[in-house]
């Protein structure tokens, strides 16, 4: 099997599956009971916040909420602001559904959601950003690297911004394709983080609130997480989190250096296959993770099941987008042309990836070319 679809979840590591294995046989007690065990599991949980307080070189006063995807992270942070009728709130078409939905269900209140531009490199176009900050924006929200084009933005210069013409914004900052593999910004209010993006397991997220940031929550019961997230804390996927995240760290810049040589390869090789594929965005300004290039005239969904024959497995959108089969916003918000949707596909890499698993990869795909070129239109 070969895997190029990270950047919708990649595997677990092996210490974190031990890791898994042992919190799950001998810490299984409750963290919120009040008996010996509940304080030790408490204790436990404490523990890898202190991790994450520490990575995220957070303020005694800043709030680190675990939840169970960064989808909840950012609807409790984007919902539980409490904006008013007229406030406005600035995302981005192109970045991932639980940017977007939350903000636009806000309009039924009243609240005014705005789209960003993005410019021609798929990132937020300052000029255009600073002509519309004024004090009625409460609230921008924006994935550090979007999941499909794998740009960066540059959040430092978006937080300035705010910070000059806007001073009473919330930044919101979607790190889940960044955290662990490019330099984390500091310039927000808040953040989100997601484990299995990291080799961490399915259903363990953070929100990082710097400060005192008031927020009301989703979920009432409990009272868990400070009354900000009211549910029983599954220490177990917390302790995988963390760990999965110190060792991502540890080798971030080795892995950085490794994965940015194999997506320039990568670049190569297939611009090589076809001279009618298009890889519509630079390396400078991309995360290496991420690689999106476009099929003219062969749909991705041939493609993709061609390959998965083969045991081979990239995407054509985000795993939360799939479904989508027409004209796609996020595409348009990326200035993809319409005529081209249903011919993008993305690869997403790992620390773990090797040179071995691309040449088969590539080896397959200049057969796949071989035997379907001729439907490729510039």
């Avoid at 929550?217 to 989190?241: C, H, M, N, V, W």
């Avoid at 320039?264 to 400078?284: N, T, V």
Wanted: hydrophobic content about 40%; some cysteine.
């Amino acid at each position: 099997m070969i895997y190029l679809d990270h950047a919708a979840a990649t595997p677990i590591l092996p210490a974190v599956i031990e890791a898994l294995h042992n919190a799950q046989s001998e810490h299984f007690a409750n963290a919120s009971a009040a008996h010996g065990l509940g304080r030790k599991q408490l204790k436990e949980v404490e523990n890898c916040r202190q991790i994450f307080s520490k990575i995220l070189k957070a303020n005694d006063e800043d709030q680190l909420i675990f939840t169970a995807s960064a989808t909840e992270s950012n609807n409790l942070l984007i919902k539980g602001l409490e904006l008013s009728a007229g406030d406005r709130v600035l995302y981005c078409q192109a970045d991932h559904p639980s940017l977007e939905m939350p903000v636009r269900s806000l309009e039924k209140s009243g609240v005014i959601a705005e789209k960003i531009e993005l410019d021609q490199l798929g990132q937020v176009d300052l000029n255009q950003l600073a002509e519309r900050l004024d004090s009625s924006v409460k609230l921008l929200v924006l994935g550090h690297v979007n999941n499909l084009s794998g740009c960066i933005q540059p959040v430092a210069q978006v937080g300035q911004l705010l910070s000059e013409l806007a001073p009473g914004a919330h930044f919101h900052l979607d790190a889940v394709q960044s955290f662990g593999k490019i330099e984390l910004a500091s310039s927000y209010d808040s953040l989100s983080l997601s484990s299995h993006k990291i080799g961490g397991p399915k259903g363990a997220a953070l929100l990082h609130l710097k400060k005192e940031i008031r927020l009301t929550p989703l979920l009432d019961g409990g009272g868990q997480e400070g009354g900000l997230r009211s549910s029983t804390l599954a220490y177990p996927l917390i302790k995988g989190f963390s760990l999965a995240a110190e060792q991502i760290l540890e080798g971030q810049v080795s892995c950085y250096e490794k994965v940015s040589l194999l997506n320039g390869y990568l670049r190569e090789q297939l611009q090589k296959s076809h001279r009618s594929l298009q890889i519509p965005f630079e390396q400078a300004q991309t995360s290496p993770y991420v690689l999106m290039f476009i099929v003219p005239g062969i749909s991705s969904d041939v493609i993709l099941r061609h390959l998965g024959e083969k045991e081979i497995y990239l995407s054509s959108s985000s795993a939360c987008s799939s479904k989508i089969k027409a004209k796609n916003p996020v595409f348009s918000a990326l200035g993809l042309p319409e005529k081209y949707h249903k011919n993008v596909l993305r690869l997403s890499l790992s620390g773990g990836t090797t040179e071995a698993e691309l040449e088969l990869f590539l080896e397959e795909w200049r057969r796949l070319i071989a035997d379907i070129g001729y439907l490729f239109k510039a």
